[in-house]
Structures are given as structure tokens and as C-alpha cells.
């Protein structure tokens, strides 16, 4: 049995370690991202109430909204991810897309 045979055994057609790879880089973004979206906003925050500027605190406090909306976003992205998926794997009737639904699931 050569390697390509050995590959395509797998529910992914062998596709299985690149599926692990992109979930596992997406997990790895998905809690660094919002970390440092919400650690930079508050060091901008910071630095504007040290400078007491009403101005510079209010320009801040705006951009920590945006970076922590931000942060949701890219925190919910796998859900959201998986709840497309899941809905075009139930809408469609094509077995390629509910197989290709279950690789991702199992990976």
C-alpha cells in the first residue's frame, strides 16, 4: 500500500493533518488575538489617564470598544465556523459536503 492510499483512507480524503493544522491555528489565534487587542487598548487607556487629557481618554476609550468588539469577533469565529458548516452540510443533500463536515468535526 503506497502513502497516497494510506492518506485517502481517512474520512478527510486525505486531507486529515491539513484540517488539524487550520483548526489548530485558528484555536491558537483565537485566544492570543483578543488577548492582545484587550492588553494594547488597556495599555492606551492607561497612558491617556496618566496624561489626565479628557481628549486623549475619550480618543482611548474609543479604541478599547473597537479592540474588545474585535476581540469578540475573533473569539467566536471557530462557532461560527462550525455553525456554517453545519448548516450547509444539513441544507445540502450532496454527501460530499456532510463528509467533509464530519472531517472537520473529527479533526
Same mark, same amino acid.
Given at each position: 500500500?503506497?502513502?497516497?492510499?494510506?492518506?485517502?483512507?481517512?474520512?478527510?480524503?486525505?486531507?486529515?493533518?491539513?484540517?488539524?493544522?487550520?483548526?489548530? *491555528?485558528?484555536?491558537?489565534?483565537?485566544?492570543?488575538?483578543?488577548?492582545?487587542?484587550?492588553?494594547?487598548?488597556?495599555?492606551?487607556?492607561?497612558?491617556? *489617564?496618566?496624561?489626565?487629557?479628557?481628549?486623549?481618554?475619550?480618543?482611548?476609550?474609543?479604541?478599547?470598544?473597537?479592540?474588545?468588539?474585535?476581540?469578540?469577533?475573533?473569539?467566536?469565529?471557530?462557532?461560527?465556523?462550525?455553525?456554517?458548516?453545519?448548516?450547509?452540510?444539513?441544507?445540502?443533500?450532496?454527501?460530499?459536503?456532510?463528509?467533509?463536515?464530519?472531517?472537520?468535526?473529527?479533526?
Amino acid at each position: 500500500m503506497d502513502m497516497f492510499q494510506i492518506l485517502a483512507a481517512d474520512a478527510c480524503g486525505g486531507l486529515g493533518p491539513v484540517v488539524a493544522l487550520i483548526k489548530n *491555528v485558528l484555536n491558537i489565534i483565537c485566544i492570543l488575538i483578543p488577548i492582545a487587542l484587550i492588553l494594547m487598548g488597556s495599555i492606551d487607556l492607561g497612558k491617556a *489617564v496618566l496624561a489626565s487629557d479628557d481628549k486623549e481618554i475619550k480618543a482611548a476609550t474609543g479604541k478599547l470598544i473597537k479592540r474588545s468588539i474585535a476581540a469578540v469577533v475573533i473569539f467566536l469565529l471557530p462557532f461560527l465556523v462550525n455553525v456554517i458548516m453545519g448548516l450547509v452540510a444539513d441544507v445540502t443533500t450532496d454527501s460530499d459536503s456532510s463528509s467533509w463536515y464530519q472531517c472537520w468535526q473529527n479533526q
